[in-house]
C-alpha cells in the first residue's frame, strides 16, 4: 500500500465554470454519468447548525504553476498524458503528481484509490476544507452523492431476490396513490430512471426562495428541512417525460426508498447499515440524516460569480436515497467489489443490474458502464461498473471490474458554477484522472 503526505493547494485564481439559468446543477466533471444535482450528508456526530445553510467564502489570492508538457484541451483543462508503469513508485509518483495537478488546476482536495491483488494505491492531496489549514488525508470521508443509488439499488435487487418484488412491481403495489395517474410505474424503471418521474430538487429548492437569480437563497435552501413525501410531489407535480427514455431522477430513487420503508417497517439508513455496509466491511460508511459535518471530511466547496459557498450546512434530507451517503475511497471500493464478487448478491442478479437501459448504452439498474482502458488491443471492448456522484460541492466515482478484483475509487471537492454557461466544464482533468488510475489497475 503507498502512502503519501497530502498537498495544501496553490492559490491560483480559477475562472468560474458550470451552472444554467434556473438553477439546475448537473454533473459537469467530464464523466459520461448524467448524475443531477447531488446528493450527500453526515450522520453520526452532528455539528451545530448555523442560519445560513451553507456560508460565502472570500475567494482567495493567487500565483500561476504550470506544467510545460502538459497539453491542454480547448476547455482550457490539461490532460494526464504522461503514461502509468504497472507497479511500484514509479507508478505511484506519476499517481501522486496527477493528484497534486488536480489541486493546481482548481479543485479544494482530492482523495484517491486503486485497488488490485498486490497494486494498492491510496492517496490525497489539498485541504479539507477551503478555509482552514488541515490537509486532506487518503482515509478522509467525503459525501458520495449519487453513489448512493448503486446502494439502494442493491437493497431493492435484494427484495427482488426474496421473492417480494419483482422488477415489474409497481408503485401501487406497495404505495398506492403517490404517483397520481402513474401508479404503474416499476421498480425496474425507477432504478433505471426511464420512469418519466423527473429528479425534482430544483422544484423543492425552488420552493424555498423568493428570488431564483439569488445564490445566497439557493445555497440556504439547501439547508432547509424536507421529507421525503414532498420531494417525490414536487417531482410528480412536474411534466413527465417519456415512458421508457432515460431521464435521470433523484425523486424515483427516493421513492425506491419509501418503497422499502414501506415494504420492511425499516427506514433506508437501517436497511443500509445492516444489508450493505456491515457485509461489505464499509466501516466508515453512514447514511447521513442531520445537518454537519461528522467529524475531519472532506467539505464540499462551491465557486460562483458571487464568491465561494461551503457545503458545511448541507441537509441531506434534500437527497435522501438518492445520495445521503458519506463514505471513503476504501469503503466505496469495498462496496463495488462486494456487488461484483457475490458478498451482497447473486451473480445473476448483478449481470441483470449491468444490463443498459437506455437509448445510449451505458445505465443499467443503479449501475452503469465505462470503458475498461486494460481492455486487450484486438479484444471485445470490456467495462468497469459503478457509478458516479456529484453534490453541490463534491464529485465522487467508484468503479469495478465484473470480477470484482480492480478498483478505482476517487473524491474531488471544489465544482464551479456558471450563470451564463451551463455547459463550461471544470478547470480540471477529472476524466483524465480517473483514466489514469483506471490504468494503474492494468
Known amino acids: 500500500m503507498h502512502r503519501r503526505t497530502s498537498r495544501r493547494p496553490s492559490t491560483r485564481p480559477r ?16 464523466l459520461p454519468a448524467t448524475a443531477s444535482p447531488a446528493e450527500p450528508g453526515p450522520s453520526d456526530g452532528v455539528a451545530e447548525r448555523s442560519t445560513r445553510a451553507i456560508e460565502p467564502v472570500a475567494p482567495r489570492s493567487s500565483a500561476t504553476t504550470s506544467t510545460p508538457s502538459a497539453e491542454r484541451r480547448g476547455t482550457g483543462q490539461r490532460t494526464f498524458a504522461k503514461p502509468v508503469p504497472r507497479n511500484g513508485p514509479a507508478r505511484d509518483a506519476v499517481l501522486d503528481a496527477s493528484l497534486d495537478r488536480l489541486v493546481d488546476d482548481g479543485a479544494v482536495g482530492v482523495v484517491a484509490r486503486v485497488d488490485r491483488p498486490g497494486r494498492d494505491y491510496a492517496g490525497a492531496a489539498g485541504v479539507r476544507d477551503r478555509t482552514k489549514p488541515a490537509t486532506a488525508r487518503e482515509g478522509d470521508r467525503f459525501r458520495v452523492a449519487s453513489n448512493t443509488k448503486s446502494m439502494v439499488a442493491v437493497l431493492v435487487m435484494r427484495q427482488v431476490e426474496r421473492g417480494t418484488w419483482s ?14 395517474g402513474h401508479g404503474d410505474v416499476t421498480v425496474e424503471q425507477l432504478l433505471s430512471h426511464t420512469s418519466g418521474l423527473q429528479t425534482g430538487t430544483d422544484a423543492s429548492l425552488l420552493r424555498q426562495m423568493d428570488d431564483p437569480s439569488s445564490w445566497d437563497q439557493f445555497f440556504a435552501a439547501t439547508g432547509a428541512d424536507y421529507t421525503d413525501e414532498q420531494l417525490v410531489a414536487d417531482a410528480a407535480a412536474l411534466p413527465w417525460g417519456p415512458r421508457g427514455q432515460h431521464l435521470y431522477s433523484n425523486a424515483g430513487y427516493v421513492l425506491l426508498g419509501m418503497m422499502l420503508r414501506e415494504e420492511t417497517g425499516r427506514d433506508v439508513g437501517q436497511l443500509l447499515r445492516t444489508e450493505v455496509f456491515r457485509p461489505a466491511g464499509m466501516t466508515h460508511s453512514s447514511f447521513a440524516t442531520r445537518v454537519g459535518t461528522p467529524g475531519p471530511m472532506l467539505v464540499g466547496a462551491s465557486s460562483t460569480s458571487q464568491g465561494w459557498y461551503s457545503e458545511a450546512g448541507f441537509n441531506p434530507d434534500l437527497f435522501s436515497s438518492a445520495g ?8 466505496l471500493g469495498r462496496f463495488t467489489k462486494a456487488v461484483n464478487d457475490g458478498t451482497l448478491l447473486k451473480t445473476s442478479t448483478v449481470r441483470e443490474m449491468q444490463v443498459p437501459r437506455d437509448e445510449i448504452g451505458w445505465y443499467g439498474l443503479g449501475i452503469y458502464r465505462l470503458p475498461d482502458p486494460c481492455t486487450p488491443k484486438g479484444a471485445a471492448q470490456r467495462y468497469l461498473y459503478g457509478h458516479d456522484g456529484g453534490s453541490y460541492g463534491t464529485t465522487s466515482l467508484a468503479l469495478s471490474s465484473p470480477d470484482g478484483r480492480r478498483q478505482v475509487t476517487l473524491g474531488v471537492t471544489g465544482r464551479y458554477f456558471s450563470e451564463t454557461d451551463p455547459t463550461q466544464a471544470q478547470p480540471f482533468d477529472l476524466l483524465g484522472l480517473y483514466t489514469q488510475l483506471a490504468r494503474a489497475t492494468c
Open 324 to 331: 445521503a451517503v458519506i463514505s471513503t475511497t476504501r469503503d
Open 167 to 180: 422488477l415489474g412491481t409497481t408503485v401501487d403495489e406497495v404505495l398506492p396513490g403517490v404517483l397520481p
Open 15 to 30: 475562472t468560474t465554470a458550470a451552472l444554467g439559468t434556473g438553477l439546475a446543477l448537473t454533473m459537469t466533471a467530464a
